[in-house]
């Protein structure tokens, strides 16, 4: 059975952790490289978790780490009001894949989210990324045609995608 477990500045071994698998499975997935994350001890990490009104959340199968997701605050309400809040570092081991343990951290970041009073939740995703786009597709996001950052090849940008939230 997979649990969620919102993660605190004292969890950041397990972030820590599960943060250095996600990059060393999946390097063509993120923009941060796993080198990137070896440099700095404890206070990195904590730095991380610390940022004000963020929010991390790790899918635990049997007690081990099988993903991630975070939320980070935006600076509008996502009506046009500045930026929204984002959806990032979402990440699903291969063996739990297809167990819906990516939907449950989406809609885990985007409680989150509406707990915040956001009406939106952004994400970036890199173009290539295929089974991440479906799954934020199945979820709701959609792509907004907004340029996204500049990738290190200089050339490609990010796709940015939107989900309007709506309270239940």
Do not use: C
């Not at 919102?6 to 060393?24: E, F, H, I, M, N």
């Not at 890199?126 to 709701?140: D, K, M």
């Amino acid at each position: 059975m997979v649990r969620l477990r919102v993660v605190t500045t004292d969890d950041w071994p397990l972030w820590r952790d599960v943060r250095r698998t996600a990059l060393a499975e999946a390097p063509h997935a993120f923009k941060s490289r796993l080198a990137d994350w070896h440099r700095g001890g404890e206070e990195r990490w904590r730095a991380r978790l610390e940022m004000p009104d963020a929010y991390h959340v790790v899918a635990l199968l049997n007690g081990r780490a099988v993903g991630m997701a975070g939320g980070m605050p935006g600076d509008g309400d996502g009506n046009g009001d500045g930026r929204p809040p984002e959806l990032r570092s979402v990440w699903v081991s291969p063996e739990a894949r297809g167990q819906g343990v990516g939907g449950r951290l989406i809609a885990a970041v985007e409680s989150w989210a509406l707990r915040t009073g956001a009406t939106a939740l952004r994400l970036a995703v890199l173009p290539g990324n295929a089974p991440a786009i479906a799954l934020y597709e199945r979820h709701g996001f959609a792509a907004t045609g907004e340029p996204g950052d500049l990738l290190a090849d200089g050339v490609t940008r990010e796709l940015v995608m939107v989900k309007a939230l709506r309270r239940s």
